[in-house]
C-alpha cells in the first residue's frame, strides 16, 4: 500500500464537522416542516424582544419553539415562555456561541412535528455565532443603534455569513444622534443585496414587514 | 527507556501557554516601568471613548501607548491617535479577543520604557477576552446601561476574571429607564469585593475616580 500522509487543520477540521452536523439539521427541520431562524447579535442588542414581538405577532395561527443560548442564566428563555411559547435553554458555560450539535442535542426529545416555527436566540456575541451554521433556514443578525456607529465595519465577515441584517432600537436613534441610514450604508459595502430591516421591537415598529420577509 | 503517555487537552494546553505569554509580558511591562491596563467589554460599551477620556486626563504628565485590537478596521486607534498618543492597531481578522503572543508580537519594535502608561483596548465581545490574560496590571471590564439589565449574570466567569467593573453611559440611564444600582448588586452577587465604577466618559463624570483607582 502507498504511504499516505494526511495534513489535518485542526479548526478546518472542526468548522467542517459542524457544517456536516448542521446539514442533518437542517435536513430534519425540512423533514418536519418547521422553519428555523438564527438571531444572532451582540449583548443587549435586542434579539430576545424582537423574538418575543414576533410571537406576539404570529402565535394565533403558529405554533412556534423558542431555543435560547446564553453562557449561564434562563433569562431569555423565561421571557420568551411568559409568551405562552415553548422554550429550551441551552448553557454554554464558557462557549461563546451555539454550534449544530448543541441544537442537535437539546432538540433531542422535542417533537419538531409540532411546531411551525423556531427562533433559535445565539449566545450575545457579534464575532463567534457567524462561524457556525446550526443549520437554520436563515440567519439574521440583529444590530442596534446602542452600540455605537463602528459595528458593522468592524464586523465584515458577520455581516457577509449574514442573510438579513436588523436594526433594531430605531425609536432611540434620535436622541442618541445615531445616522441609521450611515448604518445601512454601511451594510452595503460589504454586501449590496442582503435585506436590511429597520426596526424598533420595543414599540413594534417593522415587525410585521419583518415576519413577513422571514416568511412566516 | 520506561514507555510514557502524555495526555494533551488541547484546549488546556493552548489555555496554558497563553498564560506563559502573558506571564512574559508582564515581566518585560515590569521591566520597563510601564503600567498596562487590558480594556474588554462588549461592541459599542464605550471603551475607546472611556480611553480617549483618560489620555486627556492624563496627557501632561504620562506619555501613552495605546493598542487596540479589533478583527478589521483602525478606527479606534486612529480616534486615540486624534489625542496626541502612540498606537498601534492589531486587526485579528476572525479571531474574537487578543491573546498574549499576539501583544507580545505587536510591541515587537516598540521602545516600551518611553511610556508610562499603556491601554489595551481588547477585541469588542464580553465573552471570549476573558479567557486569555495579555500581561497586564489590571483587567477592566467595561459594561454599559445600553446593554440591557442581564449582561452582568448571563456572563459570571467574565466578572469573576476582572479585576475592576466600569459601568459606562451612566448619563442615559435615565432616559433608558436603566436601574444602575441593581447593576451593581449583579456584580455583587459574584463578586463581592470588586471595585465598581459608575462613569460617563462622554460627560467625564467619573473618570477622574477612575484614574485615580487605577494609580495613574
Known amino acids: 500500500m502507498e504511504e499516505k500522509t494526511v495534513n489535518i487543520d485542526i479548526r478546518k477540521d472542526l468548522f467542517g464537522a459542524n ?27 435586542g434579539k430576545t424582544q424582537l423574538i418575543e414581538a414576533l410571537c406576539d405577532l404570529i402565535a394565533d395561527d403558529h405554533k412556534i419553539l423558542m431555543l435560547a443560548g446564553d453562557l449561564a442564566t434562563r433569562i431569555d428563555a423565561d421571557r420568551v415562555s411568559s409568551h405562552g411559547v415553548d422554550t429550551v435553554q441551552i448553557n454554554t458555560g464558557t462557549a461563546c456561541h451555539l454550534d449544530a450539535r448543541m441544537v442537535k442535542v437539546a432538540l433531542n426529545e422535542i417533537p419538531l412535528s409540532d411546531y411551525d416555527v423556531m427562533f433559535i436566540e445565539n449566545v450575545g456575541n457579534l464575532i463567534c455565532p457567524a462561524g457556525y451554521s446550526l443549520g437554520a433556514m436563515k440567519k439574521v443578525v440583529v444590530v442596534s443603534v ?5 459595528m458593522v465595519r468592524k464586523h465584515p465577515l458577520t455581516i457577509k455569513r449574514a442573510d438579513m441584517i436588523v436594526i433594531n432600537k430605531i425609536d432611540l436613534a434620535q436622541a442618541l444622534e445615531f445616522d441609521v441610514d450611515a448604518l445601512v450604508r454601511d451594510v452595503r459595502e460589504v454586501d449590496a443585496d442582503i435585506p436590511v430591516l429597520k426596526i424598533s421591537a420595543k414599540t413594534g415598529e417593522g415587525v410585521r414587514e419583518l415576519a413577513k420577509q422571514l416568511g412566516i
Chains 1, 2 share one sequence.
Open 19 to 45: 457544517e456536516d452536523a448542521a446539514a442533518l439539521n437542517a435536513a430534519k427541520f425540512k423533514e418536519h416542516g418547521i422553519k428555523v431562524f438564527d438571531i444572532m447579535g451582540s449583548v443587549g442588542t
Open 146 to 150: 446602542t452600540e455605537g456607529p463602528y
